[in-house]
């Protein structure tokens, strides 16, 4: 168990549809990153966010938002669903102490776009 | 970003020491070098870490020759359970980077 949180672990909709997807990084971890998996696929960075705000941006989406609150959670917002977007959602957090950067991995939230 | 190359793919037999080398020609000064493990439907998990020379923890080794253009992660005596894709990342350390997963080297230990 790393530590971090996603739900829901898994998610089913339709097209066009908007989905959110949560997590709750470890305790004491400020950076927040989001991460999708496609069938078969390397993990695609798509965003990350310090302590509440953007950080870095890969390939995201202009379908895709995110954000992170107070709390430190962080909600993945998917709108305009395609087929494509199926995957599973990764996010991880970190606190990047001295000169070791690790990432906690979640468990993954699936999402099956029909 | 530095770019990383991997094999796609390795078969090892159970109990005999496994090394996976990735190329990262273009790494800069500040970038470390990471491995991750990742189980199939599962988050990633970080093995190890360096910066240059040999690094050694309870379940891995990498070395870095000095030019830091390469790196070579060692996993001694495998086990079936290593069977994974193994990521090698470069990445400036701290808080504030864009940490680029390849497709990584997805190894199958055979019995």
């Known amino acids: 168990d790393s530590g971090v949180t996603q739900t829901p672990k898994h998610l089913i909709t339709a097209t066009g549809q908007r989905v959110t997807l949560r997590c709750s990084p470890r305790?004491?971890?400020?950076?927040v990153y989001w991460y999708q998996q496609s069938l078969d696929q390397g993990l695609q960075f798509l965003i990350q966010?310090?302590?509440?705000?953007?950080?870095a941006k890969g390939n995201i989406l202009e379908r895709f938002s995110a954000q992170q609150f107070p709390d430190l959670h962080s909600e993945l917002n998917l709108s305009s669903l395609e087929l494509g977007d199926s995957a599973l959602y990764f996010c991880?957090?970190?606190?990047?102490?001295?000169?070791?950067?690790?990432?906690?991995f979640g468990p993954g939230t699936r999402l099956t776009v029909l | 970003l530095a770019k990383t190359t991997q094999p796609i793919s390795m078969d090892s037999y159970e109990g005999q020491e496994v090394n996976i080398t990735c190329s990262h020609n273009?790494?800069?000064?500040?970038?470390?070098i990471t491995w991750y493990q990742q189980f199939p439907s599962q988050g990633p998990r970080f093995i190890i870490q360096?910066?240059?020379t040999k690094v050694t923890n309870e379940v891995a080794s990498l070395f870095i020759p000095a030019d830091r253009k390469s790196s070579t992660l060692s996993l001694p005596r495998v086990s079936l359970s290593d069977t994974a894709v193994y990521y090698c990342?470069?990445?400036?350390?701290?808080?504030?980077?864009?940490?680029?997963f390849g497709t990584g080297t997805k190894l199958q230990v055979i019995p």
């Open positions: 360096g910066y240059k």
């Open positions: 991880a957090s970190s606190v990047a102490v001295g000169g070791v950067h690790e990432q906690f």
């Open positions: 990342l470069v990445a400036v350390s701290g808080g504030y980077q864009k940490v680029t």
């Open positions: 966010y310090y302590n509440g705000e953007e950080r």
């Open positions: 273009n790494i800069a000064t500040n970038d470390y």
């Open positions: 305790s004491g971890d400020l950076s």
